[in-house]
């Protein structure tokens, strides 16, 4: 339902509700989360997170409609539950009941024309500016005197998040304390980059990881360049095992206390949630391991994934091995579409074809 006595930018960009996509740069990596502005608490928002989801900012309207106090309600300490104080203006009502007129009006005189309706559409423009701009300062006071607590634990934030009129600024801040809680370190120093990780960076960054044969060689070379050494992303052969880079460290130290081959979703998860990666780095990072690493290993595919090669062709085999990467296009599915990684076994019937194909 959508309620015209609302904030313009309650309406237009945090409808109550919807969740919301909103993303934060951290420490040179963009973080995926969403902000949800509800009149009570829905239990499935405190599950943990996964995917490419890294925070959620829970805005609830109203004290009675926070959770209980029961911890497992909120299970992952990257989920800020913001409940506001008792201060509501005696005029509150009176100006979301103006606000709700002046939109009403102003439709009315949406296709209009003539110096007279121009009047009234300023007149009724200017009115709702100030209208907002008090109502949103009330927001900005009525938060400030509630809470913003975090996790199972209930965390507290520490300061007011909500100074200023501005939402976006509110929730920037919410999900900095949020991620700098759930990832005070990194194995990567992508706080130096020129710029921000994002998901988009993972196409060119595995093509020139693998000495693809791209349409923008050089851009690959120069993003490699760019981003590659304060992600621990490089083509260097004297890296080809763990030793020399903490990420492979980690990955090690994950395979030797899991079962053989191990599972790759938990492993993925790790690095990307645990660890702090995000979806997409952990990715590289993971088959970057692959192709390095000996004696070598094998991705085992889901039967319903097939992952596309450079050419734009199907691969139909069952499994991606080193020697494969460097003809496989990226696809941020394969997140979701591996099942194992592990010691390489014996190829079936469709992994001789790919090979069979790939050499001719």
């Given at each position: 339902m959508t309620i015209y006595g609302e904030l313009r930018v309650w309406l237009e960009e945090f409808p109550l509700g919807e969740p919301q996509a909103f993303a934060h740069d951290y420490l040179g990596l963009r973080y995926h989360g969403e902000v949800i502005r509800a009149n009570s608490?829905?239990?499935v928002w405190g599950e943990p997170l996964t995917g490419e989801l890294y925070f959620r900012i829970v805005l609830l309207l109203r004290r009675q409609g926070a959770p209980t106090a029961r911890r497992s309600e909120v299970q992952d300490a990257r989920i800020a539950v913001c409940t506001p104080g008792a201060v509501i203006s005696r005029q509150r009502g009176r100006q979301t009941g103006e606000l709700t007129t002046i939109r009403e009006t102003q439709a009315l005189y949406l296709t209009e024309r003539g110096a007279e309706t121009e009047l009234i559409r300023t007149t009724l423009r200017r009115r709702q500016e100030g209208l907002e701009q008090q109502l949103m300062s009330e927001e900005s006071l009525r938060y400030s005197s509630g809470s913003v607590v975090s996790g199972?634990?209930?965390?507290?934030?520490p300061g007011n998040p909500f100074v200023g009129m501005d939402p976006i600024g509110?929730?920037?801040s919410i999900a900095e304390w949020l991620l700098l809680e759930a990832y005070p370190s990194r194995p990567i120093q992508s706080f130096g980059l020129p710029r921000p990780l994002t998901p988009e960076d993972a196409a060119p960054?595995?093509?020139?990881?693998?000495?693809?044969?791209g349409a923008a060689p050089e851009r690959f070379r120069e993003i490699l360049s760019e981003l590659g050494p304060g992600l621990e992303l490089s083509q260097s052969p004297e890296l080809a095992q763990s030793g020399d880079n903490p990420v492979a460290e980690l990955i090690v130290g994950y395979l030797e206390t899991s079962p053989v081959p191990a599972p790759w979703k938990p492993l993925h998860h790790y690095l990307a949630h645990q660890v702090g990666l995000t979806g997409p780095l952990a990715t590289l990072h993971l088959l970057l391991f692959l192709h390095r690493e000996r004696p070598e290993l094998e991705v085992r595919l889901a039967p319903n994934y097939?992952?596309?090669l450079l050419d734009g062709e199907t691969f139909f085999g069952s499994r991606i091995t080193s020697e494969l990467m460097p003809l496989l296009a990226w696809d941020p599915q394969l997140a979701e579409g591996a099942t194992t990684i592990g010691p390489i076994t014996d190829p079936n019937w469709n992994d001789t074809l790919t090979y069979i194909s790939l050499i001719n």
């Open positions: 608490w829905d239990p199972p634990e209930r965390v507290a934030y509110w929730f920037g960054l595995f093509a020139a990881l693998f000495q693809q044969q097939q992952p596309a």
